[in-house]
Nanobody, 123 residues
Framework: QVQLVESGGGLVQAGGSLRLSCAAS????????MGWFRQAPGKEREFVAA????????DYADSVKGRFTISRANAKNTIYLQMNSLKPEDTAVYYC????????????????WGQGTQVTVSS
C-alpha cells in the first residue's frame, strides 16, 4: 500500500511558476513509477507527466512539454512537478499517482492516487 500526499498548489498569474510536491509513504517508494495527472472543471482527468523508478526515463503530455519538469528524490520519498510559463488552461486539480509497474502503466492506469492539489492560473 502506498499513500500519496500532494502539496504546493495555489493561485498564480499567467506566465508564473509553481512547484508541486508529492510525498509518498512506504519503504518501496524507489521501486514505483510515479506520475502526475490533472482534471479541469467539466473535463476528464488527463495525463501530465511520468517518471520511472530510477528517474532515468520521463514522459510528458504534448500540452506541457518544454514547460513542466518531473523529477524525484528517492531518499526523500518525494516527486516534484516544476511548472513554468503557466497558462490559464493549466488550471486544474493536480493528482499524484504511483504504480509498481512501468512508466507506461503509471501514465495510463496507475494503482495509487493522491487526493489532489488545486492549481489556478489567472489571466
Amino acid at each position: 500500500q502506498v499513500q500519496l500526499v500532494e502539496s504546493g498548489g495555489g493561485l498564480v498569474q499567467a506566465g508564473g511558476s509553481l512547484r508541486l510536491s508529492c510525498a509518498a509513504s512506504g519503504r518501496t517508494f524507489s521501486a514505483y513509477a510515479m506520475g502526475w495527472f490533472r482534471q479541469a472543471p467539466g473535463k476528464e482527468r488527463e495525463f501530465v507527466a511520468a517518471i520511472s523508478w530510477s528517474g532515468g526515463s520521463t514522459d510528458y503530455a504534448d500540452s506541457v512539454k518544454g514547460r513542466f519538469t518531473i523529477s524525484r528524490a528517492n531518499a526523500k520519498n518525494t516527486i516534484y512537478l516544476q511548472m513554468n510559463s503557466l497558462k490559464p488552461e493549466d488550471t486544474a486539480v493536480y493528482y499524484c499517482a504511483a504504480d509498481p509497474g512501468s512508466i507506461g502503466v503509471v501514465s495510463t492506469t496507475p494503482r495509487y492516487w493522491g487526493q489532489g492539489t488545486q492549481v489556478t492560473v489567472s489571466s
